[in-house]
């Protein structure tokens, strides 16, 4: 399975702009890079993906490193429900999604 | 209002019995999926399935069996050989199934968490 790293927790204040980082280091060059969300005791739920192009959508932004090694994942506005954990996984499509531990977002008021 | 429903919220099993967890999606999608997430954990992978009548094996399917009779329903049955059942059960839907080469994304239900008393 593909490998992300992600930091364990990160602390936004509320209103302000969050980077979420990832690293994957053995992307290949048919691997997607996807986000989700998790709220506490729901199922996650799917943010956004790219290739090689930075992508921009109504919940987020993803910036994806010239190298793809690396990519963050923006949110503009933290709000109190943007409060989740953050997965960042790679795929390959045909291929099984694999959901590491992800960023545990704060946010604070 | 499309979506994906999994039932009960929660579930208490006396050990040694088997349980059945229900999922259901109107999305109209070909695959279904059922993970299962323990507590400060990602999910794992149990059974997938990308058309009615066919499923396979994810990574932990052992303790588990799965039918898909009809494309909306994905039921998941935890046995009496599962060792360690307690978890959070997620079942999840895409529109095109994993061996399409179609990158899609995939929806999720709300959850089951099961405890084994």
């Known amino acids: 399975d593909a490998k992300t790293t992600q930091p364990n927790s990160m602390e936004s204040n509320e209103e302000e702009p969050v980077h979420l980082p990832c690293n994957h280091s053995?992307?290949?060059?048919?691997?997607?890079i996807h986000w989700y969300r998790q709220l506490p005791s729901q199922g996650p739920e799917y943010v956004i993906h790219g290739l090689t192009s930075n992508v921009n959508n109504r919940m987020a932004s993803l910036a994806i490193a010239e190298d793809r090694k690396s990519s963050t994942l923006i949110l503009h506005r933290a709000t109190l429900r943007d409060a989740a954990v953050y997965y960042c996984?790679?795929?390959?499509?045909?291929?099984?999604?694999?959901f590491g531990t992800g960023t545990s977002l704060t946010v604070i008021p | 209002d499309g979506g994906i429903t999994q039932s009960p919220k929660y579930l208490f099993r006396k050990e040694g019995q088997n349980v059945t967890l229900s999922c259901e999606q109107n999305l109209n999608h070909d695959a279904m999926y059922w993970y299962r997430q323990d507590p400060g954990q990602g999910l794992r992978l149990i059974y997938y399935?990308?058309?009615?009548?066919?499923?396979q094996k994810g990574d932990i399917a052992e303790g588990y069996s799965v039918s898909r009779e009809k494309k909306e329903s994905f039921p998941l049955t935890v046995t009496s050989a599962q060792k360690n059942p307690t978890a959070f059960y997620l079942c999840?839907?895409?529109?095109?199934?994993?061996?399409?080469?179609?990158?899609?994304?995939?929806?999720f239900g709300p959850g089951t968490r099961l405890t084994v008393l």
């Open positions: 053995t992307i290949s060059g048919t691997d997607y």
């Open positions: 399935s990308q058309i009615v009548n066919d499923f």
């Open positions: 996984i790679l795929r390959v499509a045909g291929n099984q999604f694999y």
């Open positions: 999840a839907s895409s529109i095109f199934p994993l061996t399409s080469g179609v990158n899609s994304e995939q929806f």
